[in-house]
């Protein structure tokens, strides 16, 4: 009140770094659509926790839809806050970069979709990833990649309507990226073609809901190199 503005005061309360460390520790990145039974809602446990109750307790992430019959529970963010704070700090820790250069980069892609400057896209995607160390490289080039890159896009969904999905085996990811004038179907691919990644894309189908959509469509294959540890290659066709 004393300011008169809103800001992100819930976050100060605590030390989000500590939440996000664990998190990386145990590999987890992609924190929409968590499940949980109601014995995992209820239920915390001081010693290991299990990451859902962890954050479904701690205030991270709410309940976004009850399965009655199953009794189960999908969880998600809450808000804007709690979404680029934890977010934020989590990318940045599986980037190895500060958290200044981490913002900026976000929303220089956010603005790279919004005038369609794919090329300058490849680019930030690349820097996005530039700082992880060559040890980390080695030991799991295709999990960091996918790592930062869905953090990215679920932060950026903070500001344009983006919705991520990914998948393990092959390791995959694909995104609905909506802004004022575009609408982009996008298969990120690893050790893949772009082609393959473009033709999934049509095949699939991504951008078959939004055709009574007046902005434009465009279809996106992106490859990326675990040997070059960069984006390597892309493809779109416009709809």
Known sequence: MRDQTFHGYWLLTGNVSILSKRLKAQNVYDLEGICLGSSG????????????????????????????????????LPNREIKIGLLSELLNLYRDGNIQDTTMLTLAISSALQKKDLPELMNLLNKLIAPICCEHWKQRADFLFKATTVLAFQLLSAHLDTEVHCTDKPPEVHMIVKTDLYIYGIQLLIDQSAIEALQQVKDKAYLAPYQGDSRKKINMGIAFSTKDQQVVEYLTQAQ
């Open 41 to 76: 809602v209820k239920a915390f446990y001081a010693v290991d926790p299990s990451i859902g109750s962890l954050l479904y307790q701690t205030g991270y992430l709410t309940i976004k839809a009850i399965s009655e019959y199953w009794r189960a529970f999908s969880l998600g």
